[in-house]
């Protein structure tokens, strides 16, 4: 990988960690067009998704300041209640991560079939998610944010986009969409921190480990925090106007083009 290389792929990640449509089926489809190996290229997606994160601590900083205050007063009051459904949340995708993460693994690099696949399911649920019965629920449950969890645990599947899945479960179940999209979004902070700070213990971003160059990390982060930064305050515009319709149709049409490719 050279450092053009990575500066597409972070570009490609910042835009689509937020945009509902699978930012891990987008790197799987650029590492095809680029001839990116994709072995090499797993400590390459946790620095960019770690790039992400950070992008959304930026963009919510109020939000997570404002959870940090509730926390650091020892109360049981709104924030550290807010916080017990992100931890709800996060249980699937830490039994996944545990116990899953090898055969996980072995899903990226296989087939642009299943991203395609993938990415169809996505384009179905973000329809759903348009089309359902608006309700306006005053809180997110603990029993919708394990719901939302699960869905999240299942988004590991390359093309089937975290964002979209997360997002379009939340409206499913009754919650507001704006309200959704911020759960979405602050829920996956820790749990991709938390694989990234693994990674950096084993040394797994050495160069003679990850194959790639400290230039090539580096530019791919600041590319990804950049454009994730862009993309997230995008997508909670877009969310509140209830437009993902637009990202169910370019879903369609991108899973299509990757099982074509996929069967030349």
């Not at 997606?45 to 950070?54: D, G, N």
């Not at 370019?250 to 083009?257: A, K, L, P, V």
Request: include cysteine; aromatic fraction near 12%.
């Amino acid at each position: 990988m050279n450092w053009i290389e990575a500066l597409i792929l972070g570009v490609v990640q910042g835009l689509t960690e937020y945009l509902p449509v699978s930012s891990s089926g987008h790197l799987e489809i650029a590492n095809k067009l680029l001839g990116v190996q994709t072995e090499e290229n797993l400590s390459f997606a946790v620095v960019v998704h770690a790039a992400t994160v950070c992008s959304t601590i930026v963009v919510l900083w109020k939000e997570v300041e404002f959870l940090f205050r509730g926390l650091f007063r020892f109360q049981w009051n709104e924030q550290t209640q807010y916080i017990a459904k992100i931890i709800l949340s996060m249980i699937p995708i830490a039994v996944v991560g545990l116990f899953f993460k090898d055969f996980v693994e072995t899903l990226f690099g296989t087939s642009l079939l299943l991203v395609g696949c993938m990415l169809l399911l996505t384009s179905l649920l973000l329809t759903f998610a348009y089309y359902a019965k608006p309700r306006t629920k005053e809180n997110i449950s603990y029993k919708d944010a394990f719901i939302i969890g699960l869905s999240q645990a299942c988004a590991v599947m390359p093309g089937l986009s975290r964002s979209g899945t997360t997002i379009a479960t939340g409206l499913l179940l009754g919650n507001k969409k704006e309200q959704i999209a911020k759960f979405s979004f602050l829920m996956v902070i820790i749990p991709i921190l938390g694989e990234a700070f693994l990674d950096l213990i084993k040394g797994g971003y050495a160069t003679n480990e990850s194959g790639i160059s400290t230039t090539c990390l580096l530019v791919g982060f600041f590319a990804a925090f950049l454009s994730g930064t862009a993309a997230c305050k995008w997508m909670l515009n877009i969310v509140k106007r209830g437009k993902l319709i637009y990202f169910a149709i370019y879903c369609f049409i991108i899973g299509i083009f990757s099982i074509v490719y996929s069967l030349i």
